[in-house]
């Protein structure tokens, strides 16, 4: 190699250095596994031991075979239904809620409001459904118009802030062009922003609806209604074989609306 291709050459980049925030992550993540561990009563040895292992195969017995009775069966259909209600309506309120929170929530009514609607956000999602549904029953009394409401209240905190954010990463441009032409607001947000948002937000609703399904099912043990009420009632008399149909019922359900969301989200993405 000439003297003057030598000179030409690039120069190399000098090499990154090492920072050292990843190591010192890991270490600290480790260390507080390791603590979690030790800190923790965990009997392993108890948990694996025979006794243990006789009890809990005692008690899976006695669940066969699950109640069949027609009576019975028709009973549990209802439930399941009004499991099924329960989660459509709390997730339907909860998007309403959720929309209106998120525009001054993704900073359109200036930051004070956005600072507010955030807090209110936090607040409404940070309570879990339980709690809500104790809260609303001493309100709107037993059955599922409580769990209903519970489950709108913390849905439309987590739908509220998810909505927001996508608002919020959208591109400004398309309308900022509307606006500039003379569009009204209100349009230009139809017509430019919503719609790049959309199948983001309905992917949201239909994760949250499934969520819903296994919080409504679990929501009647407060006395909301619907199959977790049943559940709760079969229970504590130990009408184990009843139980076991009610348990059941909510699997169906489960899967059945995971197919459904499932095929509902392939749609939107295509």
């Known amino acids: 190699m000439s003297k003057q291709e030598d000179q030409a050459a690039p120069a190399l980049p000098p090499a990154p250095r090492r920072h050292w925030s990843g190591p010192a992550l890991g270490l600290a993540l480790a ?33 066969a075979p699950p109640e069949t009775g027609s009576g019975f069966l028709r009973k549990t259909a209802l439930a399941t239904g ?25 900073g359109r009514f200036g930051r004070a409001a956005r600072a507010m609607v955030r807090v209110l ?10 709690v809500w549904a104790s809260i609303l029953l001493i309100a709107a009394g037993l059955g599922p118009f409580a769990g209903t409401l519970a489950l709108a ?7 509220g802030r998810l909505f927001a954010d996508a608002l919020e990463n959208a591109a400004p441009l398309p309308e ?9 607001p209100l349009a230009a947000f139809f017509y430019a922003t919503l719609p ?40 504590s008399l130990f009408q184990m074989q009843k139980a ?14 995971d197919a459904v969301s499932f095929a509902l989200r392939r749609v939107l993405t295509r």
């Open 82 to 106: 009004e499991t099924l209600a329960m989660s459509a309506l709390g997730t339907l309120l909860a998007v309403a809620g959720g929309m209106l929170l998120a525009l001054p929530g993704a």
């Open 153 to 159: 209240a913390h849905t439309a905190g987590v739908l």
């Open 196 to 235: 790049q948002t959309l199948p983001q937000m309905l992917s949201y609703t239909l994760y949250r609806w499934e969520n819903n399904i296994r919080a409504a099912a679990i929501l009647g043990v407060v006395g909301a209604g619907g199959l977790g009420q049943m559940l709760k009632y079969h229970l």
């Open 121 to 130: 956000l936090n607040v409404l999602r940070s309570v879990p459904e339980l």
């Open 244 to 257: 076991a149909t009610v348990i059941l019922a909510m699997l169906l359900l489960v899967a059945l609306v």
């Open 31 to 63: 260390a507080l596994v390791i603590a979690s561990f030790a800190s923790l009563p965990l009997k392993w040895r108890d948990f694996f031991s025979a006794d243990a292992v006789g009890s809990v195969a005692e008690f899976l017995a006695s669940f």
């Open 176 to 184: 900022q062009s509307l606006r500039a032409n003379g569009a009204p």
